[in-house]
Every structure is written in structure tokens, then in C-alpha cells.
């Protein structure tokens, strides 16, 4: 997933978005055939929370469009996606004032690596969710058969809401004093570290100035308060070595440091993840519930309670909103511990839900908890200092969800909310949620009968027709738009066996999220992307490097099983068409493909009125293929981009371990950025399918075979193989016992070898070889010298018929 460059802070109320998955001919062999899959598209994004810094629970991704990649040795094989509309369509057409949910979040999906093959331009409709899931942050609570959710509120709270337990539930007591004990225990470890092993380091601050310190002494906020009172009072959390570090923690050993405010992304992602620990805590203490999630999410947070009876209602917004409140005039300061995992096991025995993520999710012998107050909490952090750091507070929305968002787990009460470094940003976001309310995409749809859905097929959008005008209508243009291009529209088939998706990968990682079903003891699957059916197309008959780039477009329709509860009007559905399109090219010519889908974005997007930005997301530190291809490639795209003339921003790092990409966000009327096309580089499928091409012979690895007829023979072709090898052309031979003569053509054959020469008695004794090619076209008898010559010739001219000219 490819994040965005960090806009302003709240300008108009609008926070920044967070940025935003064979067989071959036998005849062809990896050193004359390879391939990269390019991917551009729109892909549908996960119900992501924002990143926080750090965190125990693992990620529940969803695929975008998917797009795999990879490139052979000597690869040059390219695929691309394409396709530059898709939901942006839907988000954003003046006429009928079609915009996206306001709650839409940006994100992707990690269960295949993010993109789907080739170079896709445009994946169709652009779906985000509106409900976010688990995102690697683990705030939980607990869950106690004797009281954790069965404590009521007060009496008295009635229809105004509910008052704060009292007493508080017997698991918080409990889990204080055990906490307690253990803090003792380290704060004496750390204060013996620090009068034993501490040594002066050195800390280098982003303009290069160093400061001195001492290891296991010095905090990032006491370095702020040597630089100013004003800059330690507005820091929100500081980077250390590039990694989001407490600023009460003590520096370890030499270090570069940043120290964050609140506009930069990673800490408000900092600031709402301490936001969620108060608003935890303040749950806990009026619901005496077991808290499962909590983490921040694009614009705020949510924390998920377990509740054995009972549920959360809009009436009790203003209590929590009045606990929190108080917890943060309290100051509670955020500690971390590191504690042994079958420690945590016990102090959480109450609470099934941090128990299986201990036992599921942790394999490390310790692990971290964060305490403010009475709430002590399973997570990796890092936090701000206290809880009065947190300004001002909303909690704005509540709605029920399952337990890792799986329909057969437990059902959770999840309460959203916001917050602010100071009132005025939250006034900002309060107007802005209006004006989002009010161009709600399906709002619109129902009052312009354009569209609307139906319980009996949910995520399945019923196009009205004036909606299917306007979707043929954008159809046809991006149909049109192809045409210009040199793009081929193909259809597909809707149904595959599961050994397709098994080739190209997607059943390891996706099929939970497949239709499928079986079939005469078979199973099969509804496509949820087209890349391996193009696959299958490139494969299904020998391709000639005068055929590349070849450009096939598709507007088929794909079927992904998206959680019901994730289905968000035509943001997030699960029957979809995309305006999708794959390109298969040699690696040289990357990037004027590139270049030409860029160009084809950017004139798609200029008809709607979109501006749009541009992020280029490198190679990661888990990659697959030769770094070789990769630099090659990451510095096609870059060229690519430097000529286009937009401004861009590199994420590095941040590529699909398949293939590096471009992202693309557009804007939407009041604001906000969704992430639309992507075109991504795929050095895997063309591996996966054996996918492979064949080159002249100025370009072919393997220009000449020698094939003695018999072993007496053998000396006579190793000399006329040396004589070629020295002239500068790549000559092998087959001296295998093993072999008759026409399995050795045979082989030669297969891997397209450009010219196989036999060479038998005949032959030696006059100086000569009988040529063939590979497409067994026989040439007849000649002299070395006279072949040599010939060859030369044909490769200096760089003759796209060698084999028909000779």
C-alpha cells in the first residue's frame, strides 16, 4: 500500500488520508522468454484502520485489484494493467452530483500482495469501507464470565445515558495490582541499568546538529526542553532511528531524532491511539465490558467492547464523552512494560479476546503493555505523554461488528471517535462531516433513481436507468479512450477451476474471500480480477517479440466476498465491473508504457475535472526476483514520472514484494483524496505462467546450436562451435550420449535456439554444417565461414527475420 505525502494538517476540516495481491509452452525456455507484469489500476481498497507506529494484532486485508509480479533472469517481459476511472466515476460526476461516503476510508488490500497483474489502468469502481477492521494495533480489554459485560449502569442513568460503574468491575482492581508489582520490578531493573551501563552517546537532530546525552537516562522530551519549552509542549512523540519511540523512554545508544507534531501523519496516528486508550478506559469504567480493538483509523479511532448483555447507544455518547474529559484533565501518564507473555496470560485470564491474541498473534517470549490510569492494555505503542495532552474529545458514532470482522465470531459494540490538538480543528471537522453527510453517493443515487441495493443480493448494485446510462456511458468512453491507445478489449470467462488461481497464487492468499463452489468433484470460483485470464490468453499460443507490447483491456465482471458488514453503497461491493487492462512488454520497453498510461490517467481524469496526486513505492526489504531487474525497473518508473511533469513523492520501501508501483489518489469536491488507479510492476505472474516470448537474433541469448550427429562427431562441433563462440555469437553444443539427433533438434527446438547446425561425417569431412532453424525450416548445407559471415550480418542489421532472410 502506497501512503500519501503528508498534506496540511486540517485544512477545511479535511485530515490527511492515509495513502490508501502456468504453464508455458514447453518450447520455451526461461533464457529466451521472460517476463515483468505491469499493474495499473483502481483497487479497491481494504476497511484499513490508519496504521498506528506499532502493534500486536495482525492485519485482516483485503486484496485491491490484485496484481501479482516477477520477472525471470533475463527477463523482458512486461505486463501492465490499466485503467484510470473507475469509482472516481461514481465519486465525483458534477451533473448528478454523485460523491463518496464521507466514512469512506482509503486503503488497501494486503491478502495477495496489494495489485493484481500487468499494468492496469483504472480498476473500475473505487469501494472503500466504511467499517475499518483490526489494523495491527492491540488495545483489548477483557471479557469475565462472572462480570466482564453483565455490570449495569447506575440507577438513575435511564434515557440520559449511563453513569460510571460503582464500584468498577472486580478485573480492573485485579489487573491494576498485578500491574503494579511488575512496574516496581522493572522501574528498579531500569534505575540500576541506568546507574550501571550508562555511557554518553550522541544524538543527531534532522538539521545534523548533535547533542550529548547518556544511554538509559536521556528522554526525547528532555532534548525538546533543552530546545525550547514551546517545541517539547507542542511535540506529540519522537522518532528515534526512524522508529516512533515514547518521549519518556530513555535513548538506548547513538541515534538520529525527530520529534513529531501533530500535522505529520505518524503522529496523529500517535495522537488517536492515545485517544482511544482514554476513551477505553472510560468504556471500561461505564460499561464494565471486555475491550477488544482499539486503534486509529484515517480520521479518529473506534475501540470494540465485548458485551455479554446489553449494547451501546447514541445516548450514552455524552457520559463517555464527560468520563474522557476527566480522565484527560487528570493527566494520567502513559507507561510502557515489557512483560513475559505467560504473564500477560494470567493478568488477562478474565478476558478470552486478549487470551487468543496472546496465544494466536504473539510469538515472542514478551510483549508490551501501556497503561493510563486504571486501564492497562495489550499494545506495542507508542504514546503521548499523558493523558492531558489530548485536547479536546468527540465520540460521534457507534455500530456493531464481529470479532475480526468474521460473521461466525462474537458480535462487538464498536463507538467511534475524534480528536484534536485544540477546538477549532474539531469545529472544522464537525462542518466538514456535514457537508460529507450531504453528498453522500447513495443518498444520491435513491432521490436521482439512479441506483440502489437490495438485501437479497447485498453488494450487488441494481443500476436504475438513468445509472445504467451513465454507465454505459462511461463505458464507452474509457472503451473509446482504449481504441486511441492500441489497447484490444477481450472478454473472459466468469467461472475458473481453482488450479488457475492456485498457478497464479491468489488461492493461498485470497480464496476466503473467493465465491466458490464445486463441480463435478472440481472446485471452482467466480474471478474476483481478470490478470490470470490474461495470463491465460498471452499463453495459449507461442507470442512473438513483434506482438509485445500487446495491450488487452476487459470489463468483466468480478465477484469478491467482502464481509456484509464492510458493503458500503458503490464504495465497497462484492459484484463490480472494472475498466481494466493489462499490457505484456519486454523490459526495455517499460517505459514508454508507463509514460503512455500516465498520459492516458491524466487525460481520463482532466474530462471529470480530478486533480490527483502521484506517490512511487521502491522495492522492500522482502522482495522477490533479481535486484538488478528491480533497479531497472524502479528507475523506468521514475524517468516515467520526472517526464510526465506532475509533482510526485517517493515512498521507499513501500513496493509489493513483486514488482515496485505508482499510485494514484484523486480529489473529490470538498477534499478528500481516494485512491483510484495503480499501475504496478509484476515480475511474478510471467514466472508463475511461464510466460515467455521469442527474440531475433540480434536480441536471442541462444542464436546457434551445434548437434553432432554421433559421438565420432564430437570434436568436429566443438571446434565449429568455437569458431562461432569466437566470432561473437552465443553458440552452444549438445554432446548428450543420452540423446538420438532428433531429440537433440528436438530440444534445440523448444528453446528457441535461432539456427541449429548438424554437423556429422559428411559434414567434417567437408568443412561444413547443415542448417536449420527453429521453426525447422532447413537451409541446407554451407561453409562455417560462409554461416558465420551470414549470421554476422543479419545480427549487426538487427533483422527482424533472421531465420525467413538467411
Known amino acids: 500500500m502506497l501512503l500519501p505525502p503528508v498534506p496540511p494538517p486540517c485544512w477545511r476540516g479535511r485530515l490527511p488520508a492515509r495513502g490508501q495481491q502456468g504453464r508455458g509452452d514447453s518450447a520455451l525456455r526461461a533464457a529466451d522468454r521472460s517476463s515483468a507484469i505491469l499493474g495499473c489500476g483502481h483497487p479497491q481498497p481494504a476497511a484499513t484502520p490508519r496504521p498506528p507506529p506499532a502493534a500486536l494484532t495482525p492485519q485482516h486485508p483485503r486484496p485491491s485489484s490484485s496484481r501479482l509480479g516477477s520477472i525471470q533472469p533475463c527477463s523482458a517481459l512486461a505486463v501492465l494493467p490499466t485503467g484510470p476511472i473507475g469509482s472516481a466515476l461514481w465519486s465525483r460526476l458534477r451533473l448528478h452530483q454523485l460523491r463518496l461516503p464521507g466514512s469512506a476510508c482509503a486503503g488497501s488490500f494486503p491478502s495477495l500482495p496489494r495489485s493484481s497483474l500487468s499494468l492496469s489502468l483504472g480498476a473500475g469502481l473505487a469501494r472503500r469501507a466504511a467499517m475499518a477492521g483490526g489494523d495491527g494495533q492491540v488495545n483489548a480489554g477483557g471479557e469475565n464470565k462472572a462480570d466482564c459485560g453483565k455490570k449495569k449502569a447506575k440507577e438513575g442513568a435511564g434515557d440520559e445515558g449511563r453513569a460510571e460503574l460503582n464500584p468498577w468491575p472486580a478485573f480492573i482492581n485485579e489487573r491494576l495490582e498485578m500491574y503494579n508489582k511488575l512496574k516496581a520490578e522493572h522501574d528498579a531493573l531500569l534505575a540500576e541499568r541506568a546507574a550501571n551501563d550508562s555511557k554518553p552517546i550522541k544524538v543527531t537532530l534532522p538539521d545534523g546538529k548533535q547533542v550529548d546525552a547518556e544511554s538509559w537516562k536521556t528522554t526525547p522530551y ?73 486503534p486509529p483509523i484515517e480520521n479518529g ?16 455518547f455524552s457520559a463517555l464523552e464527560t468520563l474522557c474529559k476527566k480522565i484527560m484533565k487528570e493527566k494520567q501518564a502513559f507507561e510502557r512494560l515489557e512483560v513475559k507473555k505467560e504473564t500477560l496470560l494470567e493478568m488477562f485470564k478474565y478476558n ?111 443500476f436504475l436507468p438513468k445509472g445504467a446510462y451513465i454507465y454505459n456511458t462511461l463505458i464507452e468512453f474509457i472503451r473509446s479512450e482504449y481504441r486511441k491507445r492500441g489497447f484490444q478489449e477481450v472478454v473472459t470467462p466468469n467461472i475458473f477451476n481453482s488450479k488457475l488461481w492456485m498457478t497464479s497464487g491468489h488461492w493461498q492468499h485470497y480464496s476466503d474471500n473467493m465465491f466458490s463452489f464445486e463441480v463435478e468433484k472440481e472446485i471452482f470460483a467466480l474471478k474476483p480480477m481478470n490478470c490470470p485470464g490474461h495470463c491465460l490468453m498471452f499463453d ?65 481524469y482532466d474530462v471529470f475535472g480530478f486533480s490527483f496526486k502521484l506517490n512511487l513505492s521502491t522495492r522492500p526489504e522482502k522482495y522477490l526476483g533479481d535486484i538488478k531487474v528491480w533497479n531497472e ?137 547443415n542448417i536449420r532453424t527453429r521453426d525447422n525450416k532447413v537451409h541446407g548445407e554451407r561453409t562455417i565461414a560462409e554461416t558465420v559471415e551470414r549470421l554476422l550480418e543479419l545480427k549487426r542489421s538487427r533483422s527482424k527475420q533472421a531465420e525467413e532472410e538467411f
Open 352 to 462: 478470552k479476546f486478549k487470551c487468543r491474541i496472546l496465544n494466536e498473534k504473539v510469538n515472542t517470549p514478551t510483549t508490551t503493555v501501556y497503561r493510563c490510569g486504571p486501564l492497562i492494555d495489550l499494545c506495542r505503542g507508542p504514546h503521548v505523554r499523558h493523558t492531558g495532552k489530548i485536547k479536546t474529545i468527540k465520540i460521534h458514532k457507534n455500530s456493531s461488528t464481529y470479532w475480526e470482522g468474521k460473521a461466525d465470531m462474537e458480535s462487538l459494540q464498536r463507538i467511534y471517535g475524534i480528536s484534536f490538538p485544540d477546538a477549532k480543528m474539531l469545529k472544522e471537522w464537525e462542518k466538514f462531516q456535514e457537508e460529507a453527510k450531504s453528498r453522500d453517493h447513495r443518498k444520491i443515487g435513491r432521490d436521482q433513481e439512479l441506483f440502489f441495493f437490495h438485501e437479497l443480493s447485498p453488494g450487488s448494485c441494481f
Open 301 to 316: 479511532f473506534y475501540y470494540d467492547m465485548f458485551l455479554e448483555e446489553g449494547g451501546v447507544s447514541s445516548n450514552d
Open 633 to 769: 525497473a524502479e528507475k523506468q518508473l521514475e524517468n516515467s514520472l520526472n517526464d510526465f511533469g506532475e509533482k510526485w513523492e517517493l515512498n521507499p520501501g513501500d513496493g509489493a514484494f513483486y514488482g515496485p508501483k505508482i499510485d494514484i489518489q484523486i480529489k473529490d469536491a470538498i477534499g478528500r483524496y481516494h485512491q483510484c488507479a495503480t499501475i504496478q510492476l509484476d515480475f511474478q505472474l510471467p514466472v508463475r505462467f511461464n510466460l515467455t516470448f521469442v527474440r531475433p537474433l540480434w536480441l536471442s541469448p541462444q542464436q546457434v546450436m551445434v548437434v553432432p550427429v554421433g559421438p565420432m562427431c564430437d570434436e568436429y562441433a566443438q571446434k565449429v562451435r568455437q569458431q562461432f563462440h569466437d566470432a561473437g555469437l552465443m553458440a552452444d553444443i549438445d554432446v548428450d550420449p543420452g540423446c538420438t539427433l532428433n531429440k537433440k533438434i528436438r530440444n534445440a527446438q523448444l528453446a528457441q535456439y535461432n539456427f541449429i547446425l548438424v554437423v556429422g561425417e559428411k559434414e567434417k569431412a567437408s568443412g561444413t554444417v
Open 540 to 604: 495459449h499460443r507461442p507470442r512473438s517479440w513483434r506482438e509485445l507490447p500487446l495491450r488487452l483491456a476487459d470489463f468483466g465482471v468480478l465477484h469478491r466476498n467482502e464481509l456484509s458488514g464492510a458493503l458500503t453503497g458503490l464504495t465497497r461491493v462484492r459484484r463490480f465491473q472494472q475498466d481494466d487492462a493489462h499490457i505484456f512488454c519486454a523490459m526495455e520497453q517499460i517505459e514508454e508504457e508507463i509514460k503512455s498510461c500516465l498520459q492516458f490517467l491524466r487525460s481520463v
Open 222 to 294: 528532555q532534548i525538546a526542553c533543552g530546545i525550547s519549552q514551546g517545541l517539547a509542549d507542542n511535540t506529540v512523540i519522537a522518532k528515534v532511528n526512524k522508529v516512533v519511540w515514547d518521549l519518556d523512554r530513555p535513548l538506548e545508544e547513538d541515534c538520529t531524532l525527530e520529534l513529531l507534531k501533530f500535522e505529520d501523519e505518524e503522529a496523529q496516528a500517535v495522537y488517536w491511539h492515545s485517544s482511544a486508550h482514554i476513551m477505553g478506559e472510560a468504556m471500561e469504567r461505564i460499561y464494565g465490558g471486555c475491550l477488544c480493538y482499539g
